[in-house]
């Protein structure tokens, strides 16, 4: 079972990027998906987080607005959609799933995760 996070890079401010996370191994439709990120000597934070059927989402306040959430559940692939980017957005991006349960926005109740995809805002 495997998440496979991309499409990370630099980028100036106020630019965009869009972060896909593959699945493979199983199917993810009925996982609750979530995209989490951790800025060097910082813990990781919640970004934002996709019920399995991807009528619910959550944002953290930092990025509600600017960033977006979505799923293809036919390809086994979240997105993470990212506009008006910030030199506070720089970080390690991770994917994750949480197999049972509902949504959630900690970082340990979530089962698997992606190996993270370097994000650079430059000022």
């Known amino acids: 079972v495997q998440l496979q996070a991309s499409g990370g890079g630099l980028v100036q401010a106020g630019g965009s990027l869009r972060l896909s996370c593959a699945a493979s191994?199983?199917?993810?439709?009925?996982?609750?998906m979530g995209w989490f990120r951790q800025a060097p000597g910082k813990e990781r934070e919640f970004v934002a987080a996709?019920?399995?059927?991807?009528?619910?989402?959550y944002y953290a306040d930092s990025v509600k607005g600017r960033f977006t959430i979505s799923r293809d559940n036919a390809k086994n692939t979240v997105y993470l959609q990212m506009n008006s980017l910030k030199p506070e957005d720089t970080a390690v991006y991770y994917c994750?799933?949480?197999?049972?349960?509902?949504?959630?926005?900690?970082?340990?109740?979530?089962?698997?995760w992606g190996q993270g995809t370097q994000v650079t805002v430059s000022s």
């Open positions: 994750a799933a949480r197999s049972y349960g509902m949504m959630s926005t900690r970082n340990h109740d979530y089962d698997y």
């Open positions: 191994g199983r199917t993810f439709s009925r996982d609750h």
């Open positions: 996709m019920s399995w059927s991807g009528g619910t989402t």
